[in-house]
């Protein structure tokens, strides 16, 4: 029997993930900085809302007239759906130094969610980006602890399917922030930037997916304004493709995520882990 699944609106990306995401779960977006993180979670909230669902999206360092005046400049337009009652954005502010004692009851974080999504009837959440959520802490168990928690009360006490997006630093093969948000997501999309004889490419792997059938290619994507995020070919094709022409050379980059192997994973699997 198959699952259910939530598109992300985009569709290619729906199809690499194994169908989309499974409702409920939670997922990861890392990746350095300027990659894309925020403008994806935002294409997932917005295809949401052509969906007729509620969402919710959770500012952890920027400013919400920001963002959303930012994907103003998308051509998506969060601002109606707010007046509507169908969108929830809304900012947490969590400082180091109170890290340990907000830690001891991280319920009081997902209250504070259900009490601004007027009682957690949201089908989707976006929270961007979570390694701010207590970047710059001694304690690293305590903020281990309090990642953990939070996603397991957002999964239990709200259902909803929920994007974490995390800075990693530039050039890194980490997956996350701290280490450890990877392992309790059940999928994790990695972003980054690989130069092509002096042009920036945005790629994207989906480094896991519990429980799907996923690509695991790297795969290249743009921006465009009213789209979002349009998927193009592999970056191994588009490395063949400028070799082809002699306007790029075929030397593969380090992306981020892969610490060994080919620029593209060859195979798919279905990772339960």
């Known amino acids: 029997m198959s699952l259910t699944r939530v598109s992300t609106g985009i569709p290619t990306l729906d199809r690499i993930t194994g169908g989309g995401l499974i409702p409920g779960k939670t997922y990861l977006v890392s990746g350095e900085t300027g990659v894309g993180k925020t403008i994806l979670s935002l294409h997932f909230l917005m295809e949401g809302l052509r969906r007729g669902e509620k969402v919710s999206y959770v500012s952890l360092d920027e400013r919400i007239n920001g963002v959303l005046d930012g994907a103003m400049t998308l051509g998506w337009d969060f601002w109606t759906p707010y007046k509507e009652g169908r969108f929830f954005p809304f900012e947490i502010r969590i400082y180091s130094e109170d890290l340990g004692r907000y830690r001891k009851d991280s319920r009081a974080y997902i209250d504070t969610i259900i009490k601004m999504t007027r009682g957690g009837e949201v089908s989707r959440i976006v929270l961007d980006p979570i390694s701010a959520m207590a970047f710059g802490a001694a304690d690293e168990y305590a903020v281990r602890e309090y990642i953990r928690e939070i996603i397991v009360y957002l999964e239990e006490k709200i259902g909803a399917t929920t994007i974490l997006t995390c800075d990693i630093p530039s050039g890194s093969t980490q997956l996350s ?10 999928g994790v999309i990695v972003l980054g930037l690989v130069n092509l004889d002096g042009r920036l490419v945005r790629t994207l792997l989906v480094r896991k997916m519990r429980w799907s059938p996923a690509d695991h290619s790297i795969y ?6 009213g789209r979002g995020i349009i998927i193009g070919p592999t970056l191994r094709a588009l490395q063949q493709r400028l070799a082809g022409s002699g306007t790029a050379s075929p030397t593969t980059p380090r992306a981020q995520g892969v610490q060994t192997g080919s620029p593209e994973g060859a195979t798919r699997d279905s990772s339960p882990i």
């Open 220 to 225: 290249t994507f743009e921006i465009v304004r």
């Open 177 to 186: 922030r701290f280490g450890y948000e990877e392992y309790l997501s059940s």
